[in-house]
């Protein structure tokens, strides 16, 4: 319980900051990193969000977790789809939550994500942009997998706006842990 509090305080807090600035603060991340690592090498009844045998193995699974968000969120920062803010939440949401759980927050982001984006491009009136920059991505991807050079990304080319992507990352984990805990979607 203490775990999922802190979790989601945390949470709430990136994306309240991410809404008003587009930015989530590095001390946010930073606390709760510390957070993550501290309630998994707690002895505590239910200090950590998911059992684990002994502090040494907290560790274990809190840096299995921030390695899982950093692999799933980080192609997506290379290819400009998404701040670095966003790959370090993630980070911080893997330090609490362990690998395996961390990869099924990533799969439920990625789909909360789309909908946002979909949302926020119909909302805005920038579907267009939204579907060429979309685009050029998969072009882009599949002609690097081919051995080609890729085109250039342009840093001014047009984007279809920022998206405040921790509330699809807060979206992901609330959809995660309702999942875990109603027995609907257990990987372990």
């Given at each position: 319980?203490?775990?999922?509090?802190?979790?989601?305080?945390?949470?709430?807090?990136?994306?309240?900051?991410?809404?008003?600035?587009?930015?989530?603060?590095?001390?946010?991340?930073?606390?709760?990193?510390?957070?993550?690592?501290?309630?998994?090498?707690?002895?505590?009844?239910?200090?950590?969000?998911?059992?684990?045998?002994?502090?040494?193995?907290?560790?274990?699974?809190?840096?299995?977790?921030?390695a899982v968000g950093l692999?799933?969120?980080?192609?997506?920062?290379?290819?400009?789809?998404?701040?670095?803010?966003?790959?370090?939440?993630?980070?911080?949401?893997?330090?609490?939550?362990?690998?395996?759980?961390?990869?099924?927050?990533?799969?439920?982001?990625?789909?909360?994500?789309?909908?946002?984006?979909?949302?926020?491009?119909?909302?805005?009136?920038?579907?267009?942009?939204?579907?060429?920059?979309?685009?050029?991505?998969?072009?882009?991807?599949?002609?690097?997998?081919?051995?080609?050079?890729?085109?250039?990304?342009?840093?001014?080319?047009?984007?279809?706006?920022?998206?405040?992507?921790?509330?699809?990352?807060?979206?992901?984990?609330?959809?995660?842990?309702?999942?875990?805990?109603?027995?609907?979607?257990?990987?372990?």
């Open positions: 319980m203490i775990a999922t509090t802190t979790l989601l305080a945390l949470l709430l807090a990136a994306v309240i900051t991410d809404l008003l600035t587009r930015r989530i603060p590095n001390r946010l991340i930073l606390a709760g990193l510390v957070s993550g690592f501290v309630l998994h090498m707690a002895d505590l009844p239910g200090a950590a969000l998911f059992a684990t045998a002994d502090s040494i193995d907290g560790v274990s699974v809190a840096f299995g977790g921030l692999a799933g969120m980080l192609p997506l920062y290379f290819l400009r789809a998404m701040g670095a803010g966003d790959v370090k939440l993630m980070m911080m949401v893997g330090a609490f939550l362990g690998p395996l759980q961390t990869f099924g927050v990533v799969v439920l982001t990625f789909a909360a994500g789309g909908i946002l984006a979909l949302g926020m491009a119909l909302w805005q009136r920038s579907f267009a942009q939204l579907a060429l920059n979309l685009r050029f991505m998969l072009t882009t991807s599949a002609v690097r997998a081919a051995g080609g050079d890729s085109p250039r990304f342009e840093p001014l080319a047009q984007t279809a706006g920022r998206m405040p992507y921790a509330v699809a990352v807060a979206a992901g984990v609330v959809l995660q842990l309702i999942l875990v805990r109603s027995g609907g979607w257990a990987l372990s």
